[in-house]
């Protein structure tokens, strides 16, 4: 018996559980138990009728610890605070209780309603409206709002005895529902015997079928039941919890799937007094996704809303759930399923600036375009002259993406040929590029040399002129070493790593850097050391910083598009 009451004891400190089942794909069930063991249970936890009788008393349940006391002649129905969806097909509410036989005359009633207030029995103990179930000695009935269909199970119920109720009921669709109810035998330590009886029918209710949720209940009409403890509720198929004044928001069937993007949304229906600050839909390869996945923003309070799912895998099973969320909490609708589709159309990738013959080093950049994000890759990459390493822009929709060789020198010939592969492992075409030749003789101009020539900075290094005037702006040369002590290398620590654009911000994930931002204060350093005045070095590369990009561009020959990819960032490592 001490470990029947331990183990009563450990289910009271966990008054919500959650039980995963898998077995043919089903989804997870939910479970909440109220036992009774705080004497504030029923009062907190359930909303009473007109005139309560019911008590919570600390002892006198299942192993001797607290339950419900009901006085002979009780008339009351008590339904839960926390309320349950309903999102149709497919949703199973299971509720049991434990009762105690304390006389032969009266009913009792376990069930659900569509009201959580002002509830009153008939002398069944059943509520207005609601499916549920109620019995007395030797038999019972199925309630479908106080429509009973009898059953019987002679003979009677012991008086003195024990017995656990359970009632399952699973929502068919077109407001009809399957009802199975089962009555076990137990000992006062809730040890369950045998099955006493089992029966199961099928009611259509258009009440039910109609609402957005629904409220568990237990009840007493007469004199029938000394106690009642363990009420417990699990939900599965579907269906959810929703705590007291957190909103109700029902799911919307997913459409438009592709292999990388499909529609859904919501629908907020009662914000239960509480203005909705955030809605949306969450979505996860794993059941039940939550607020810790990915999820969408889409506006606040009541009413339809339309959220778009991108960046998703071909050929992929997702589970989606709209959400709600208000100052009572975050609700969440009914789970809904989807597979994407299998993406068998490869990306394609389309030249834009070819590179053959004899070109200028400063010219030797390679532009493309693709059909959709993928995968860069490089082959056959061939060098007459220096060890050469490819580098390439970020891969963007809608963008020139620019490709190099950092480390051809003048006098070398190079090709290369480039795919790309989606994430459904689809390969692109091949482009291959080259052979071009460095042209020997570049021009002698500034701009020319310091953009073209990689030999060039490991003698000479660009900086702001110590005679300049306020007026004076363009950078002047100079021969001297760099810091690091290697002529024209800067020192480890002004080596820029990241590419940056505008709207990168040190501390901060930025898409084109693909990375936290951590380098935007050093190239703000470097613009201002040569003289293209980025404004304070505070690690926000901002409107003035990136005119200062675009102004060192624009000098050093380069696309001026205030974007600092690899061609920009391999000059400016090599200016100090």
Same mark, same amino acid.
């Given at each position: 018996? @001490? #470990? ?5 004891l450990?289910l009271?400190i ?6 995963f089942m898998?077995t043919?794909g089903?989804f997870a ?11 504030n249970?029923?009062t ?5 009728s ?12 299942? !192993?001797g610890?607290g339950?419900? $006391?009901v006085?002979?002649g009780?008339n ?5 605070k ?6 149709g097909?497919?949703?199973?509410y ?6 105690k036989i304390?006389a ?7 069930g659900?309603?569509?009201t959580?207030?002002? #509830?009153?029995?008939?002398g069944f103990?059943?509520p ?6 109620g019995?007395h000695g ?6 479908n709002?106080?429509?009973? *269909?009898n ?11 024990w017995? @656990?109720m359970?009632?399952?009921?699973e ?11 089962q009555?076990?035998n137990?000992d006062?330590?809730g040890v369950?015997?045998?099955?006493k009886t089992e029966?199961t029918t099928?009611?259509t ?14 009840s ?5 039941m000394?106690n009642?403890d ?6 599965? !198929? ?5 705590e007291?004044g957190?909103?109700?928001v ?8 592709t292999? $990388?993007?499909a529609?859904s ?5 009662d914000?239960?007094g509480?203005?909705v600050t955030?809605?949306?839909v969450?979505?996860s390869?794993v ?5 810790e ?7 606040? %309070?009541? %009413?339809?809303?339309?959220?778009e799912?991108?960046?998703?895998i071909p050929g992929t099973?997702?589970f989606?759930?709209?959400y709600a969320?208000?100052a009572?909490?975050?609700?969440y609708?009914s789970?809904?399923?989807?597979t994407?589709e299998?993406d ?10 070819p ?7 400063e #010219?030797?950049?390679?532009y ?5 994000i993928?995968?860069l890759?490089?082959?056959n ?6 060890d ?6 970020d891969i963007a929709?809608? @963008?020139?993406?620019?490709v190099?060789? $950092? ?10 040929? +480039?795919?790309?592969t989606?994430n ?6 091949t482009?291959?590029?080259g ?8 021009s ?8 073209g020539s ?6 000479m290094?660009f900086?702001q002129s110590q ?6 702006t363009t950078?002047?040369?100079h021969s001297?070493?760099?810091?690091s002590?290697?002529?024209?290398l800067?020192?480890s620590?002004? +080596?820029?790593t ?10 901060v ?7 936290i931002v951590? *380098? ?8 201002n050391?040569?003289g293209f005045?980025s404004?304070p070095?505070? !690690?926000i590369?901002g409107?003035l910083?990136?005119?200062a990009? @675009?102004r ?7 696309k001026s598009?205030?974007h600092?990819?690899p ?10």
């Open positions: 018996m @001490k #470990n029947i009451l331990y183990k009563k450990i009271g966990f008054l919500f559980s959650v039980v898998h043919n089903a069930s939910v479970t909440t138990l109220v036992d009774f063991n705080n004497v249970d029923l907190d936890k359930f909303n009473s007109a005139n309560p009788q019911f008590t919570n008393t600390a002892d006198g349940g299942i !192993g610890t339950s419900i $006391n006085p002979l009780s009351e129905v008590w339904t839960t926390q309320a349950y969806t309903v999102s097909e497919g949703d199973i299971t509720f049991s209780a434990f009762f304390q032969n005359s009266g009913y009792g009633g376990l659900f309603t569509t959580t207030t002002g #509830n009153s029995t008939d103990g059943s207005q409206t609601g499916i549920g179930m019995f030797g038999g019972g009935f199925f309630v709002n106080r429509t009973n *269909e059953v019987s199970w002679p003979p009677d119920l012991v008086i003195g005895n017995y @656990k359970i009632l399952r009921v929502a068919l669709g077109n407001n009809q529902y399957d009802l199975n109810f009555i076990y137990s006062a330590n369950l015997g045998s099955l029966k099928t009611v209710n258009e009440t039910v079928g109609q609402s957005n949720i629904i409220y568990g209940y237990f007493a009409a007469g004199s029938r000394a009642i363990d009420f417990e509720m699990t939900l599965a !198929g579907g269906a959810t919890f929703i007291a957190a909103p109700i029902t799911t919307i069937a997913v459409t438009d799937i292999a $990388n993007t529609s949304g919501g629908d907020v229906v914000d239960q509480g203005f955030a809605r949306g969450c979505w390869t059941a039940e996704p939550t607020l996945d990915t999820c969408t923003e889409n506006g606040t %309070g009541e %009413g339809i809303f339309v959220s799912l991108v960046n998703l099973e997702y989606i759930r709209a969320t208000n009572s909490g975050t609700t609708g789970q809904r399923t989807f994407t299998v068998n159309i490869a990306p394609t990738l389309t030249e834009i600036t590179l053959s013959g004899t070109i200028d080093l #010219n030797a950049t390679y493309f375009r693709t059909s959709e993928c995968d890759s490089a082959s990459i061939s060098s007459t002259q220096g050469v390493v490819f580098s390439a822009d929709l809608d @963008k020139d993406i620019g190099t060789l $950092n480390g051809m020198v003048a006098g070398g010939t190079y090709s290369f040929s +480039i795919s790309c989606d459904a492992d689809n390969e692109s075409n482009l291959h590029v052979p071009f030749t460095i042209r020997k003789n570049t002698s101009s500034s701009r020319s040399r310091l953009s990689s030999s060039f900075f490991t003698q290094r900086q005679q300049a005037t306020v007026n004076q950078p002047t040369l001297t070493p760099g810091a002590g290697i002529e024209g800067c020192s620590d002004l +080596i820029l990241q590419n940056l654009k505008r709207g990168a911000r040190n501390g994930f930025d898409t084109f850097t693909g990375s951590t *380098e935007a204060h050093i190239l703000q350093k470097h613009l050391r040569l005045d404004g070095e505070d !690690g590369i409107p910083t990136e005119s990009i @675009k060192m561009q624009t000098f050093l020959g380069t598009d205030g600092v990819g061609i920009t960032r391999g000059l400016i490592n090599k200016s100090c």
